[in-house]
């Protein structure tokens, strides 16, 4: 029995997106071309591999026995280019990395444009993607890299997501901010408990950030309007329609027509991250190389260096 290692890769995308339009995504294919790909896998090994009886397609237990070969054959591949380019010192090939929307504006932009010039080989590609949808294209192999945050409480401290590693690039706190011509205007937060509050949705980063700074203070805030998108809730401050809470990444490049308030323990910060599949060799240095960009990115903003985790 002669197998195509080529046809495995397809049969190991199919298992890991659970359906050929993922796996034909992924490996850049049209659905037909990886449909042909299986049914000559199934030629070859000489009974069925894919259960076409269900709406989706699944795998029968001997697709999800060869699946899991090849699996490990990708992992050992993986891990020989890896090993290859840290012989080779370079950076160099394809990396796909995701973010959220001021992450990629102030931190991985600057940091592509420094590769740029250090690594010229290496082939960012950028998509603008975030939460669940995110992790589960890197955890399936459709990225390399997510540039991620997580609220991280005054005393408390960001667990890492199951099954990814956590490179830590900066603590960004969380600030509060006021319009400028508000008279009298507040010297603190205690001044703050009858204004208007441009709130986040509940649930959301800054949202409870709010809850913690107004429960150390003492006071339930109005909730005069409520934005998601740091620009929005910025033009709303700066409007004179209320104080709120944003990262201090978010007022980067922004006009000084509100005041900002000195940074608050209680409010706690968020914790950037850059997330990338476990291996058995290491962290590779295409994503090494992007982590220590951002770093240095976010060093040059002024925000602070992880705590208590600098890996």
């Given at each position: 029995m002669e197998l195509d290692p080529r046809r495995l890769r397809v049969l190991h995308a199919v298992a890991v997106r659970g359906g050929v339009m993922d796996a034909a995504r992924l490996l850049h294919l049209t659905p037909s071309a990886v449909s042909q790909q299986l049914a000559q896998l199934e030629r070859e090994v000489g009974q069925p591999l894919v259960d076409r009886s269900r709406r989706r397609v699944g795998l029968t237990p001997a697709g999800r026995l060869l699946a899991a070969r090849a699996a490990r054959i990708e992992q050992e591949l993986a891990e020989a280019r890896q090993e290859l380019l840290r012989a080779s010192g370079r950076a160099s090939g394809p990396v796909a990395i995701a973010g959220f929307s001021s992450a990629i504006c102030h931190l991985l932009v600057p940091a592509l444009r420094r590769l740029a010039e250090a690594q010229p080989d290496l082939k960012p590609r950028v998509v603008e993607l975030e939460g669940p949808e995110a992790l589960r294209e890197l955890r399936t192999g459709g990225l390399d890299l997510v540039v991620a945050?997580?609220?991280?409480?005054?005393?408390?401290?960001?667990?890492?997501?199951?099954?990814?590693?956590?490179?830590?690039?900066?603590d960004d706190e969380y600030r509060v901010v006021l319009p400028a011509d508000w008279s009298p205007a507040p010297g603190s937060v205690r001044d703050l408990a009858d204004r208007p509050w441009v709130a986040s949705p509940p649930g959301t980063a800054c949202g409870r950030a709010l809850e913690r700074i107004s429960a150390e203070y003492g006071f339930t805030p109005r909730h005069a309007h409520t934005a998601l998108e740091f620009p929005t809730v910025l033009a709303l401050v700066a409007a004179g329609l209320g104080a709120a809470i944003v990262p201090t990444l978010a007022l980067s490049g922004t006009e000084t027509d509100f005041v900002t308030l000195p940074a608050l323990p209680v409010a706690g910060h968020r914790r950037i991250a850059s997330l990338r599949r476990a291996s058995g060799s290491g962290p590779d240095p295409l994503t090494d190389a992007v982590v220590t960009a951002l770093r240095e990115a976010a060093a040059a903003l002024g925000l602070k260096p992880p705590a208590g985790n600098g890996s």
């Open positions: 945050e997580y609220d991280v409480g005054g005393q408390g401290a960001a667990a890492d997501p199951t099954g990814l590693t956590a490179a830590p690039v900066a």
